[in-house]
């Protein structure tokens, strides 16, 4: 995509996190060690935007504290706020983080991906089709969705 | 108050169970989902169920559901291929003897009338398709209608009369008629009154009700009002009007995937992204224009995943089958207790 095509050409850069250290006690096997918000953050803020050759993280469109997990119930809820609200990509977004947890989380976990509540024009409805299973399966089918959604899961790595 | 006992879990790895179908006669089923394929069941000599039969080569993508028409003799099936296949076994063996083309997309739903003579389909593209059976059987696609904003989701056909109900992402409900003046068919109801999509819908055994499911997590019950009823609920040209009589919330804790009214019992089975099976019965002595359901009986992870469809057998009382999103198949026999 060329920079006269961008929707937004400036955004805000944020810098990124640091690796997560790992614990002693995480390397106990004999420790149960649940899934918590920074795990599922770690595994969507390196998903790439559409648009530019940023993270979701660098452009904060998904944040730590907009997850919420609770292992007992087996649900993950993500919010995720468009860099701008009129963003023609966010359902392009949405389905690549779902499609990333649907990959990674074990199939007890019941996903819900949702635009962070005033920041998108079309909100309910990218709401309403993010959260059709039926639709989403449907893509993944899609042989060219799916290619446009691989390219923005898989890790490239940057300097 | 009543329990579901688990008979028989079928499960063959292949991801994905969307749809299932009871033959006619009670005694076969039919499967489909993700391994784009569709499965039928049938009961060994030792009553045990097995998979019998795969059908492999009609389809290219997820079948989303498959229907027996009433005769038994034929099973259709719908595809996000954008095609219908219906399945004979004219020649000894299960085969696909045609396929349907038209829809631009998905079909998500199809429905047999009674009388075997017309197909419903419908699709992501927001179209819902009827096809008349020709004595040569030949499909010819008698109307398509456009009356749904959104996806359709799931058409049926009334149990006795050539009357369609669609169910909508654009969260109404509507029925079709043909209408001989005209020579076509005619949207003649809109159901509103969901507040987001419509999964499914299943009229009960004289067709003079309808139950609805979906995305905001009720059950509605749907009456017909036909022409000159006692209450005075007016109609417009002749048809029926149809209006909500009840809604049941606060049961379900996420999306209601499928709900089937049984033709025998009366009871009413849903599937729920919430993992449950649930069972209502109607309340005794209610008022028939507002009548109660209880809900008498319910499974909490009666699969590990979403369940998707739920399913009475046409014959044996009791018997239910359920699918998911785990790859499983469950059958289940419904006791009142008490009885």
Known sequence: ?159 | MGSLNLLQTLKKDNGRVWNLSWHPNGEVLASCGEEKSIRIWAKDLTGKWLNKIVLTDGHKRTVRQVVWSACGNYLASASFDATTCIWDKKGGDFECNATLEGHENEVKSLAWSKSGQLLATCSRDKSVWIWEVTDEEEYDCAAVLNAHSQDVKKVVFHPTKDLLASASYDNTIKLFRDDPSEGDWICCGTLTGHNSTVWSISFDKTGSRLASCGDDQTIKIWKEYPPGNQEGIPTEDGDSAWKCVCTLTGHHARTIYDISWCHMTGLIATACGDDAVRIFKEDDDGDPNSPGFSLICTVDRAHTQDVNCVTWNPVIPGLLASCSDDGEIKLWSFKELGQ
């Open chain 1, 1 to 159: 995509m060329s920079v006269d095509q961008l929707e937004n050409q400036n955004p805000d850069v944020y810098t990124k996190l640091d690796e997560r250290p790992s614990t002693l006690e995480e390397e106990d096997d004999s420790v149960v060690d649940e899934f918590d918000s920074r795990e599922i953050f770690d595994l969507i803020r390196h998903i790439n935007d559409p648009e530019h050759p940023l993270t979701l993280e660098q452009l904060h469109v998904v944040q730590e504290d907009l997850i919420d997990i609770d292992n007992g119930n087996g649900t993950v809820d993500v919010h995720f706020t468009p860099t701008i609200p009129h963003c023609s990509m966010a359902t392009l977004i949405g389905l690549s983080i779902r499609v990333k947890l649907l990959r990674c989380l074990p199939a007890r976990f019941k996903v819900r991906v949702e635009v962070t509540p005033g920041t998108h024009n079309a909100e309910l409805q990218v709401n309403k089709q993010l959260a059709d299973k039926e639709r989403v399966a449907a893509a993944l089918e899609n042989s060219h969705l799916i290619k446009v959604i691989n390219q923005c899961i898989s890790f490239r790595a940057r300097a």
